[in-house]
Structure formats: structure tokens, C-alpha cells
């Protein structure tokens, strides 16, 4: 896998294959100071599921990095830290694992408005802000000229293209109507819904608010139904979208849904209902029954790990493990490349990345100082709920 690292083996037997440090750490020959990476994600409350998946997916891809021998020789330490979706606490947590626990890459989770909290203390203290989740534009498009902030994920603007295209293909949409979270990642979301349709000459029937607090939605479903809604582009995390789910149930109103990745990041189908496959969500990934080999491998791996995966309904959501898979081994490669843990030179090392065989896809040249995400339009697939499994609408 990492073929510079091979040397290194004589040094870090494959039984080292941990994340924690109590073993690497028991034998003086092997008491060398960990490179250590951040997470600051919701790991607990609604999406508490994403920020499991990503330890999960940073966990696995960390386990072979330190089988292989680490990154220059050195074990690999994942520390985390809960920002609980709040972007207050996120920036905070992200401080504190810059500047005491000196994290040589900081991952992002699920949240937008949290993600944009930290983007300019990384720009700041020029540490290497790697985002496996959130899709807000202008997380990686921040305007700073010296930009530390990478991505492999989605990102609105090009997924707000697919839906609405999704939506035109499989539903015959003319006239949509918008329900958008309230907060910066519905507002880069309106941004993208509004460009994709006036490319199209498309009118819309409204653009509705909902709130992570939000109890019912009617008010706003019916006035996008009264203006002809004939499909609803979604945008909201876990809550949210699940109370429109159940306030569409309560009208009677059978309009499709066609949805950001928001219900993907918690407990969706146990909070929307029966009804809850009506959504239709864009993923970057899915585990199925037929995954590629490296998809076969990364599930065995899983399953090993942790016992209690013992279905495919057991690792949702898929998206935010694979994510965090393929950006902890681009990052290993790009501290490689720059034969340092210096901030500036892991970017530029982030910039000498040839190609990696990752899960998602294989990545060619996947970053350079104009195009800092890794991810797609061709790396969408579209998913739904079946019995609390996330599955694709066409196998």
C-alpha cells in the first residue's frame, strides 16, 4: 500500500496495528512521538451516527497505516473531540488540538456552520484542515489566498446541480419547491438550487425555512404546495428532515423528496417513520453486497474491528467511513510527501499526490492549489432508506 514505508516493518511488526499508543509505546525501541491527527465532529446528540462513522473510517485507515510502519516512521494517534454540531465549541475544540495537542491534519465532520467556524483559524495557524463530511462551497472556496483547507466529500454546488437534474430525470420536476435549513449550509445550498435552475429557465414555487428545532413543518409544506410544488429539494440534517417527513404524512401530501445527505448522518429512519425511503439522497458511497476488493477489504476490516457490525444496516452511514478512509490515506501521502509534520510543506505535500487506489475511486493528481476537493459530480450515487439500511435507489 505504502511502498516507501516497507523499511520501516523491521521497526512496527504487523501486531502494531492500533490506534492507541499503549502498545507502540511499551518498548523503548519503539517509543518514537506519535504523528498525531484531529476530529472535531458531532459525537454525540441527532448526528452523533457521522461522527462514528468517520472514527470508524479514520480508525480503519490509521490501523493499516500503522501496520505498514506509519507516516516517516512514526505511529499514528487519532484524537477526538466532540463539537456537539454547535460552532462555538467546534472552534474551540479545533484550537485546542492545534495549539496543545499539536494535530499535524484536522478532520471536520458532519456540519457546515461548524466546518466555516474553523476555516480561518487553519488558514490561520497553517494546519492542514481536511473536511470528510460537511459540504458548504466555501469551506474549501474560502478566499483565503494561502489555503490550508482540503476536502473528500461532496460539495453543494455540484451536488445541487445533480438533484435538481435528479430530479427532472426521474420525476419529470417543473417546478420545485425548496426547504432549507436554516443556517449557512442552506444558504450555500439556495445559492447552488437558484444557479442550477435559472440554467434551466426553471421557476421555482418558494424557498422555505426549517429549523433543527422544528416540531412540525405544515406551515411551510403547505405554502409550497398551494404555489405547485410538484417535488421538494431538501436540505437539513437529521431532525429536520425527518419532521418533514412525518408533517408530509400528516397532510396527505405524496410529493417526492429529493434530499442533500443530511438524513444520512443519524437516525433518520427511526425518526421519520415508515415513510422515511420516500427521500431520495445523494451519498459519495455505499457498501453493498457486491463492493469492489477494496471494498471487501475495508468491510472485513470493519467487521473485525468492531464486533457489533454484523450487517450492512450495521455501518450506516457508509459515506462518512469512506470519506474519512480516503482523506486519512491521502493525508498519510501528503506527509510523506513533504518528509515533515511542518504545516505549509504537509499542503504542498497535499498538492504532490500522484494517484492513490482509495475506496471511493482511484485518485489521480486529487489536489492542486486551485482545486482543493477530491470528489466529483461523476462520485454521487443516489440512495434511500430500506428497513434502516442506506441502499441505492438503482443497484
Known amino acids: 500500500m505504502f511502498k516507501a514505508l516497507k523499511p520501516f516493518r523491521r521497526l512496527w511488526p504487523q501486531a502494531v496495528a492500533v490506534t492507541t499508543l499503549g502498545l507502540l509505546m511499551s518498548s523503548p525501541a519503539l517509543a518514537v512521538e506519535p504523528i498525531k491527527i484531529g476530529l472535531v465532529a458531532a459525537l454525540s446528540g441527532q448526528s452523533a451516527k ?83 463530511w460537511a459540504a458548504g462551497t466555501s469551506i474549501t472556496q474560502n478566499g483565503a489566498s494561502d489555503n490550508y483547507v482540503f476536502r473528500v466529500s461532496a460539495m453543494d454546488e455540484i451536488v445541487d446541480e445533480a438533484l435538481v437534474q435528479y430530479g427532472i430525470d426521474e420525476y419529470g420536476m417543473q417546478k420545485p419547491g425548496m426547504l432549507l435549513i436554516n443556517n449557512p449550509w442552506g444558504e450555500s445550498n439556495e445559492k447552488g438550487f437558484r444557479h442550477a435552475l435559472e440554467q434551466r429557465d426553471m421557476e421555482w414555487a418558494g424557498i422555505e425555512r426549517i429549523e433543527g428545532s422544528d416540531l412540525d413543518v405544515i406551515p411551510q409544506l403547505t405554502r409550497l404546495k398551494n404555489a405547485g410544488a410538484d417535488t421538494l429539494l431538501m436540505v437539513g440534517n437529521v431532525g429536520p428532515s425527518a419532521q418533514v417527513v412525518k408533517s408530509l404524512d400528516r397532510m396527505g401530501w405524496d410529493v417526492p423528496v429529493v434530499s442533500h445527505w443530511g438524513p444520512a448522518g443519524g437516525r433518520f429512519s427511526e425518526l421519520a417513520g415508515p415513510n422515511a425511503d420516500r427521500v431520495h439522497f ?83 493528481t486529487p489536489f492542486t492549489p486551485e482545486q482543493h476537493d477530491a470528489l466529483g459530480p461523476q462520485d454521487y450515487v443516489f440512495t434511500h432508506f430500506v428497513d434502516g439500511s442506506i441502499v441505492p435507489v438503482k443497484p
Not at 91 to 113: C, H, N, S, W, Y
Request: hydrophobic content about 45%.
Open 50 to 132: 457521522s461522527g462514528e462513522a468517520l472514527t470508524r473510517g479514520l480508525t480503519i485507515a490509521i490501523d493499516e497505516i500503522n501496520a505498514d510502519g506509519g507516516i516517516l516512521g512514526r505511529p499514528v494517534e487519532l484524537i477526538r473531540r466532540d463539537d456537539e454540531s454547535n460552532p462555538a465549541k467546534g472552534m474551540l475544540a479545533a484550537r485546542e488540538l492545534i495549539q496543545r495537542e499539536k494535530v499535524t491534519v484536522l478532520f471536520g465532520g458532519l456540519d457546515t456552520p461548524v466546518s466555516l467556524a474553523i476555516v480561518p483559524l487553519a488558514n490561520q495557524m497553517k494546519v492542514p484542515f481536511m473536511g470528510a
Open 282 to 364: 445523494i451519498q459519495t458511497y455505499v457498501f453493498t453486497e457486491n463492493n469492489s476488493a477494496k471494498g471487501d477489504e475495508v468491510l472485513s476490516a470493519l467487521k473485525a474491528r468492531y464486533p457489533e457490525i454484523q450487517s450492512l444496516a450495521d455501518i450506516t452511514p457508509a459515506v462518512g467511513i469512506a470519506n474519512a478512509y480516503d482523506a486519512m490515506h491521502l493525508s498519510a501521502l501528503a506527509i510523506e510527501k513533504a518528509g515533515s509534520t511542518d504545516g505549509t510543506a504537509v499542503r504542498d505535500g497535499f498538492y504532490a499526490i500522484d494517484s492513490y487506489a482509495g475506496l471511493i475511486k482511484n485518485y489521480s
